[in-house]
């Protein structure tokens, strides 16, 4: 079950020292740099190449983590301010304690029996928003449950119009869940070529266990249709529902702008559109009433010789930053990321890869770790860098310098 942990990251790190004086240890390491390796020892072969890899050479991934280096943040001294950061932040008119989220990650239960009903459950315990993916191993309404009184929002990937019933069926299940946003992931229409996976012969979908398809198999609609086409219940045929499902949700290149209006027709909260990269969709996105993106390249899973996720959202933010909330995600691991993605002008940054190695590391727990320590680190960071708050006021482009510009 859920329990509510009033967060206070500072008062966090006081606690561990104590705890450090009593020989109690944290589950595993704070050292963020340490999670991938810790959490690929414990993995098959499969879950770490599935996790850890990205697409072709993995270029895009890796200037996805140099593009952080280039910035660097300027303390500045004598700043006197009462008590700590204040890291909250207000998202569609809801102020939320902190300024990160639970990117959505499918198929979590490959890295631990529990997947995302652990991870459900870590975000919520650190009022952290827990977006869920449509690759999902566990069914909306479980997902919801874990989550308890958390903020929760739902990730969409997009059947074609041919089959915008189901669209709507997924829809409305969110929403009768609790989902009060809407992020609709662009860029994964159909999968990056990822040779790790290839190299394994692994496919998030193509599994013997069924592991990413629950939301698609317990869809009434899409078992109906199932039904009519095959002539036969999905679970007499499960290969077959499983084919079927993956078609629907990676179909290809099948929707445009305009299709947009379909969702929000049908989706009663905020629209977020994911995977934004240029300021000409960006403007689209303005153009098109949605209430937020973000700024991602899929942790560069999907194109190989792409730019940096972080090398783009400063000219986005000039373009559109005024008319709409921008997210930010692809190679956050610390909270010196964090602070310096907000300071080019993201109003949260989601957080992908490492809270899966948390997960994989020590479940629910874990997870938990993963979030608290990264929130931890943004405070003192903002802290000891005299900046008062994680509000544009305070945490903005004044505080970073160029490496580049230094010599
Ligand atoms: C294992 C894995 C599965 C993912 N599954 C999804 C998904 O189902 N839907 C989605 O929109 N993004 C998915 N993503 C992308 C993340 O939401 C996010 O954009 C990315 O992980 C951010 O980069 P980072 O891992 O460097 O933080 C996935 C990422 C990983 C690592
Ligand atoms: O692996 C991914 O990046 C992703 O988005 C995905 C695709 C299919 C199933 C689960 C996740």
Same mark, same amino acid.
């Given at each position: 079950?859920?329990?509510?942990?009033?967060? #206070? +990251?500072?008062?966090? /790190?006081?606690?561990?020292?104590?705890?450090?004086? !009593? &020989?109690?240890?944290?589950?595993?390491?704070?050292?963020?740099?340490?999670?991938?390796?810790?959490?690929?020892?414990?993995?098959?072969?499969?879950?770490?190449? &599935?996790?850890?890899? %990205?697409?072709?050479?993995?270029?895009?991934?890796?200037?996805?983590? /140099?593009?952080?280096?280039?910035?660097?943040?300027?303390?500045?001294?004598?700043?006197? &301010?009462?008590?700590?950061?204040?890291?909250?932040?207000? *998202?569609?008119?809801?102020?939320?304690?902190?300024?990160?989220?639970?990117?959505?990650?499918?198929?979590?239960?490959?890295?631990?029996?529990?997947? /995302?009903?652990?991870?459900?459950?870590?975000?919520?315990?650190?009022?952290? +928003?827990? =977006?869920?993916?449509?690759? %999902?191993?566990?069914?909306?309404?479980?997902?919801?449950?874990?989550?308890? #009184?958390?903020?929760?929002?739902?990730?969409? &990937?997009?059947?074609?119009? @041919?089959?915008?019933?189901?669209?709507?069926?997924?829809?409305?299940?969110?929403?009768?869940?609790?989902?009060?946003?809407?992020?609709?992931?662009?860029?994964?229409? =159909?999968?990056?070529?990822?040779?790790?996976?290839?190299?394994?012969?692994?496919?998030?979908?193509?599994?013997?266990?069924?592991?990413?398809?629950?939301?698609?198999?317990?869809?009434?609609?899409? !078992?109906?249709?199932?039904?009519?086409?095959?002539?036969?219940? *999905?679970? @007499?045929?499960?290969?077959?529902?499983?084919?079927?499902?993956?078609?629907?949700?990676?179909?290809?290149? %099948?929707?445009?702008?305009?299709?947009?209006?379909?969702?929000?027709?049908?989706?009663?909260?905020?629209?977020?559109?994911?995977?934004?990269?240029?300021?000409?969709?960006?403007?689209?996105?303005?153009?098109?009433?949605?209430?937020? $993106?973000?700024?991602?390249?899929?942790?560069?899973?999907?194109?190989?010789?792409?730019?940096?996720?972080?090398?783009?959202? +400063? !000219? $986005?933010? @000039?373009?559109?930053?005024?008319?709409?909330?921008?997210?930010?995600?692809?190679? =956050?691991?610390?909270?010196?990321?964090?602070?310096?993605?907000?300071?080019?002008?993201?109003?949260?940054?989601? =957080?992908?890869?490492?809270?899966?190695?948390?997960?994989?590391?020590?479940?629910?727990?874990?997870?938990?770790?993963?979030?608290?320590?990264?929130?931890?680190?943004?405070?003192?960071?903002?802290?000891?860098?005299?900046?008062?708050?994680?509000?544009? #006021?305070?945490?903005?482009?004044?505080?970073?310098?160029?490496?580049?510009?230094?010599?």
């Amino acid at each position: 079950m859920t329990k509510h942990v009033d967060p #206070n +990251p500072i008062e966090y /790190e006081q606690l561990i020292y104590q705890k450090g004086l !009593r &020989y109690e240890r944290p589950p595993f390491t704070f050292q963020p740099q340490e999670w991938e390796r810790l959490a690929s020892e414990r993995m098959s072969a499969e879950s770490k190449g &599935y996790v850890v890899g %990205s697409a072709g050479t993995g270029e895009t991934a890796r200037k996805n983590r /140099e593009a952080f280096a280039r910035w660097s943040i300027v303390p500045r001294r004598l700043v006197k &301010y009462d008590g700590f950061p204040d890291l909250s932040v207000n *998202v569609f008119g809801q102020k939320l304690p902190f300024p990160i989220a639970c990117a959505p990650v499918g198929v979590q239960r490959i890295f631990n029996p529990e997947g /995302e009903i652990a991870t459900a459950a870590a975000a919520a315990e650190q009022s952290v +928003p827990f =977006i869920m993916s449509t690759a %999902s191993s566990t069914s909306i309404e479980d997902v919801a449950k874990a989550n308890g #009184n958390g903020v929760r929002w739902y990730q969409l &990937y997009w059947p074609p119009n @041919d089959h915008n019933d189901i669209t709507v069926s997924i829809l409305d299940r969110a929403q009768k869940a609790g989902f009060s946003a809407l992020f609709v992931t662009l860029d994964t229409y =159909i999968l990056g070529w990822r040779p790790s996976d290839m190299d394994n012969g692994y496919n998030p979908f193509l599994r013997s266990d069924k592991i990413g398809v629950a939301i698609g198999l317990t869809d009434p609609v899409f !078992r109906s249709h199932f039904k009519e086409k095959h002539g036969c219940e *999905v679970d @007499d045929d499960l290969e077959a529902a499983v084919a079927e499902w993956t078609r629907t949700v990676f179909p290809g290149m %099948s929707h445009c702008w305009q299709d947009i209006k379909f969702l929000q027709q049908h989706w009663k909260g905020p629209i977020v559109l994911k995977g934004i990269q240029s300021v000409e969709d960006a403007k689209k996105c303005v153009e098109i009433g949605v209430q937020g $993106i973000v700024v991602s390249n899929h942790g560069g899973r999907q194109s190989d010789g792409g730019n940096s996720s972080l090398g783009v959202l +400063p !000219r $986005i933010v @000039d373009a559109v930053g005024d008319k709409l909330e921008i997210f930010f995600d692809s190679g =956050i691991r610390c909270g010196a990321d964090i602070a310096k993605a907000m300071a080019l002008g993201a109003k949260m940054c989601l =957080i992908g890869r490492p809270y899966i190695y948390g997960l994989v590391l020590g479940g629910e727990e874990g997870t938990s770790h993963v979030l608290k320590s990264l929130l931890g680190d943004l405070e003192l960071t903002l802290h000891l860098a005299g900046i008062q708050s994680s509000s544009p #006021n305070h945490l903005n482009r004044s505080v970073l310098i160029k490496e580049d510009d230094l010599f």
